[in-house]
């Protein structure tokens, strides 16, 4: 890594609505917390946590000029993975601007559905992500209290209330999320 903190928090202040940039923000104070609940990299986690939607405002034009420069899957300019492109676009900008490593890079990428074989750091993000205390919705207290006693257990009920919610509206659920989901149902029931 070689920016700073605050050198990363004066970038995203520029470029981030200031929901954005305090979602980030409380993201990161959540990622602390876990990364010292499961002696995960502390560092590490606050720089992920900061990032990982730093390209959630990009317009379309941005978007469509980065999948053709780095020939990401044509997919992820379908309207149906508007949630997902951010991700993949933040992993380029965290690797080339902030030489971040490769778990981060995988960390912050993945960050909405998470990854079959995720390790610890991208988990902690993944949760951050949806439990910061700027979040409510159903069932989110039960979240929170399970992220912090069994954090595969944690992913795996986010993730089946999240699946739930997408499909009772009738919105396609990205595939990986259910690939994390059996993975960590897998592991877990070992």
Known sequence: MNSSILEIEEDLKKSLSSYRYNHSINVMKEAIKLAKRYNADIDKCKYCALTHDLAKEFSDEINRSFVKKYNL?????????????????????????????????????????????????????????????????????????????????????????????????????NKRSYETLEYLKKITSK
């Open 73 to 173: 899957p044509k997919e992820l300019l379908d309207p149906i993975n508007k949630k997902l492109i951010h991700g993949y676009i933040a992993a380029i900008i965290v690797k080339e601007k902030y030489n971040f490593t490769p778990d981060m890079v995988l960390a912050v990428k993945y960050h909405t559905t998470g990854y079959v074989g995720m390790d610890l750091l991208a988990k902690i993000i993944f949760l951050a992500d949806k439990i910061e205390k700027g979040k409510n919705y159903p069932l989110i207290d039960e979240e929170r209290k399970l992220a912090y006693q069994d954090i595969d257990k944690a992913i795996i009920f986010c993730l089946t209330n999240q699946i739930k919610h997408l499909t009772s509206q009738g919105k396609k659920v």
